[in-house]
């Protein structure tokens, strides 16, 4: 078993996954934010590769991912932006795409192996892999919103999906998978966390380091005890321009509560009408403007819309929650969290992680439920690939 699984190459975790939406520098924020609506996957890509360096080389080897929670951070994160929205989202996507959430494109017959090394190193989020001439034809392309985004004829391998392939090899793994998280030290104390009465922007600093090290932000009350998160992955299928108004205006609970209701159905009026008067009392009115018109967009156009028949509209289903078909994310509530003990194996989380689809798990106290720190899947593989290296320079002989 283990000569198969050192065998594999990173095309073989390739077939039927979706062709990504690559995207040149210059697209304006608004563009990369229609193309992420539009998309299978909750991520598009910038080539980060100056075009002089570029044009000798070919093709781009390093791109940055962009999502839907980059932008908001980019919205929120910046006073002058906040003041002026529609200005933030006229700029080129490279402002967003800062560095961090690096993707290496690498050779489809890459060593499963080798490509974990370059994932594990710091900064790298994900692998782009060329897709075969014969796998190309097979994908269906994602129209291209305002003809900006270009095609790619690559598929995104994350942290997750290289954990979810070696899980399917488990036993192998004995004895460590059967060992605490504790015990491997791969309890992060570390953890990005706001309390629930903290005001929303505290949680945008906090969010923007979460994005880049596949965790979330946690939710915590007065005694310590995780009551939710604010997950990159939820805010997919978010407004970004109503969820920057609730960031901007309320305590960090309330966004909680907040984005819970955009995924479904209107936020309360009362909610509203708080974000509102914040808003006007700080002085960010465009904002609050941008809000309303997302909000007008996303309702029905009249009444009979709650019909059977009309439930498949375009702006209700605004409104309902996405699944992405990549495998790597999937929709999840704000107080869905996904939790463990210290003395929880291995196995185990990664058991819970994979059937939630995320890349960590928190670590809470058995007895009272306060947060004590996070399990990332980026260390997970490193402690996997610690395993298997002996085997692989046995085999390398």
């Known amino acids: 078993m283990a000569a198969t699984l ?80 529609a200005a933030a989202l006229g ?29 594990l190193t710091d900064g790298c989020q994900g692998l782009l892999v060329p897709l075969h001439a014969r796998a190309r034809k097979r994908h269906h392309q994602v129209p291209s919103p305002d003809a900006v985004a270009t095609s790619s004829d690559c598929c995104v391998l994350t942290r997750e999906d290289i954990v979810r392939h070696l899980f399917g090899s488990i036993s192998h793994f004995s004895p460590v998978a059967a060992l605490t998280v504790a015990s491997l030290g791969l309890v992060r104390r570390d953890v990005h966390a706001v309390h629930v009465d903290d005001d929303g922007l505290d949680a945008i600093p906090l969010l923007r380091r979460a994005v880049s090290n596949g965790t979330a932000v946690a939710v915590v009350a007065d005694d310590g005890a995780l009551v939710g998160e604010i997950c990159p992955g939820v805010l997919v299928s978010c407004d970004v321009e109503s969820v920057s108004a609730a960031f901007a205006a309320l ?47 996303s309702l029905p156009s009249s009444p009979s819309s709650s019909t059977s028949s009309d439930e498949d509209s375009p702006s209700v289903r605004g409104r309902r929650p996405r699944r992405m078909s990549s495998g790597s994310f999937g929709w999840r509530s704000t107080e869905d969290v996904v939790a463990c003990h210290s003395g929880s194996s291995l196995v185990a989380v990664m058991a819970q992680a994979l059937a939630h689809r995320v890349g960590y798990v928190w670590v809470v106290d058995e007895t009272s439920g306060a947060l004590v720190g996070v399990v990332r899947f980026a260390d997970v593989l490193a402690v996997l690939r610690e395993h298997l290296r002996p085997q692989s320079q046995v085999l390398c002989r």
Request: proline share 8%.
């Open 251 to 297: 305590p960090a609970g309330d966004v909680m509560t907040y984005i819970d209701c955009s995924l479904t159905h209107m936020p309360p009026e009362f909610l509203l009408r708080a974000i509102r008067a914040q808003l006007k009392d700080r002085g960010l009115d465009a904002i609050a403007e941008l809000m309303d018109t997302a909000d007008a967009a």
């Open 91 to 119: 700029r080129p996507v490279s402002a967003v795409a800062g560095g961090h959430g690096v993707t290496h494109r690498v050779d489809p017959q890459t060593r499963l192996l080798d490509a974990i090394d370059v994932l």
């Open 6 to 85: 050192l065998s594999h190459v990173v095309s073989d975790l390739c077939i039927g996954r979706p062709r990504v939406l690559t995207l040149p520098p210059s697209t304006p924020v608004a563009a990369a934010l229609a193309a992420l609506r539009a998309g299978a996957d909750p991520f598009v890509f910038v080539d980060a590769e100056p075009a002089a360096y570029r044009a000798k080389r070919g093709a781009a080897t390093v791109y940055v991912k962009v999502s839907v929670a980059d932008v908001l951070c980019y919205v929120c994160g910046d006073a002058g932006n906040l003041r002026d929205p």
